[in-house]
Nanobody
Framework: QLQLVESGGGLVQPGGSLRLSCAAS????????IGWFRQAPGKDREGVVC????????NYADFVKGRFTISRDNAKNAVYLHMNSLKPEDTAVYYC???????????????????WGQGTQVTVSS
């Protein structure tokens, strides 16, 4: 059974950077589609960035383009979200999610994902 554990969240000033990690255990992520999502208080969960099963396609939300980058390390069975130029509106709980059903696209819809981590809080404030 796949288990996902996010880490790396915290309090950061506007303009700062964080790297979130998503460590997987129980099953390999090699052929999984992976997504990072976030949910702010009172708002719906939204896709931040997703990567396709074969790693060939990524889909970044407009509000993070140029600031956030997804990467994966198959040897460590982990995925990362590198966040730069953080803004107060990036404050949210960030989740990683995994789907094994194959598609060529980098779908970034939460309902398409089957496995979720517990989330890590990111707070951007001065």
């Amino acid at each position: 059974q796949l288990q996902l554990v996010e880490s790396g969240g915290g309090l950061v000033q506007p303009g700062g950077s964080l790297r979130l990690s998503c460590a997987a255990s129980g099953t390999s992520l090699d052929y999984a589609a992976i997504g990072w999502f976030r949910q702010a208080p009172g708002k719906d969960r939204e896709g931040v960035v997703c990567i396709s099963n074969n790693g060939g396609r990524t889909n970044y939300a407009d509000f993070v383009k140029g600031r956030f980058t997804i990467s994966r390390d198959n040897a460590k069975n982990a995925v990362y979200l590198h966040m730069n130029s953080l803004k107060p509106e990036d404050t949210a709980v960030y989740y990683c999610a995994v789907r094994y059903r194959w598609t060529e696209q980098a779908l970034c819809v939460s309902g398409e994902y089957d496995y979720w981590g517990q989330g890590t809080q990111v707070t951007v404030s001065s």
